[in-house]
């Protein structure tokens, strides 16, 4: 079945400093990828996502390639901030594939030190 | 800018006791998630809902858990005898269905504590 694996954490940056969380998976069809976030006591927020191989996703100074030739959607920001303090979900659906169902990984906690 | 809501925030209840998790998906989404999060662990699939059915379900989602629609706004998980191991983070999801096909937006959550 389709699954995702995620750089495990935590990881504890100054702030900015340049930011990458990894993210592979594996899928069966041409899934979409997305990047998730979730601040402290909040629920999931939508950062980010790409539908297809060679899309580059991008919000708030955090970007994403969806790089089909290495199964990945590696999470990276140029500069992070304090208020970046989060933990970070990649994620798959597999529409074309018939699934619904959002695929995440693990997390990873990011911790930004003033 | 529309959002999921979900009510309670909070719900202690004792083992054996049926809950029920409120949702109240965007209003112009056609498809309906939950989803819950054990402390410390993934983000997993629960239900998907489409036109008044279940469209998908994980093993998770066993004849303890039923969802329904039962008025045009409201998206609602009912646990019938809940069990310690529900105690978890649950998540309401939708999604829009026409332009933005595949994204799904979430909810705040309810934590669920069974004693």
């Known amino acids: 079945g389709n699954s995702v694996t995620q750089m495990e954490g935590p990881v504890t940056l100054s702030e900015e400093a340049f930011l990458t969380i990894n993210c592979t998976y594996t899928a069966t069809g041409y899934p979409s990828l997305f990047w998730y976030v979730q601040y402290p006591g909040e629920g999931l927020q939508l950062l980010l996502k790409?539908?297809?191989?060679?899309d580059k996703g991008s919000n708030k100074g955090f970007e994403a390639t969806y790089r089909k030739e290495t199964t990945s959607f590696h999470l990276e920001k140029g500069s992070v901030q304090v208020s970046d303090s989060a933990v970070y979900f990649c994620?798959?659906?597999?529409?074309?594939?018939?699934?619904?169902?959002?695929?995440f990984g693990k997390g990873t906690k990011l911790t930004v030190n003033p | 800018e529309p959002e999921v809501t979900q009510t309670p925030s909070h719900q202690v209840t004792q083992m054996g006791q049926e809950v029920i998790l409120r949702c109240v998906p965007i209003s112009n989404h056609l498809y309906f998630y939950w989803y819950r999060q054990i402390l410390g662990q993934k983000v997993e699939f629960l239900v998907s809902f489409y036109n008044n059915e279940i469209s998908e379900k994980s093993e998770i989602f066993d004849d303890q858990f039923s969802v329904e629609r039962p008025d045009g706004s409201n998206f609602t998980l009912k646990i019938r005898s809940t069990k310690l191991e529900d105690s978890a983070m649950y998540f309401c999801?939708?999604?829009?269905?026409?332009?933005?096909?595949?994204?799904?937006?979430f909810g705040p959550g309810t934590r669920l504590t069974v004693l």
């Open positions: 790409a539908t297809k191989a060679d």
């Open positions: 999801a939708s999604r829009e269905g026409f332009a933005d096909t595949d994204t799904q937006y």
């Open positions: 994620a798959l659906s597999d529409l074309q594939g018939g699934s619904e169902k959002l695929v």
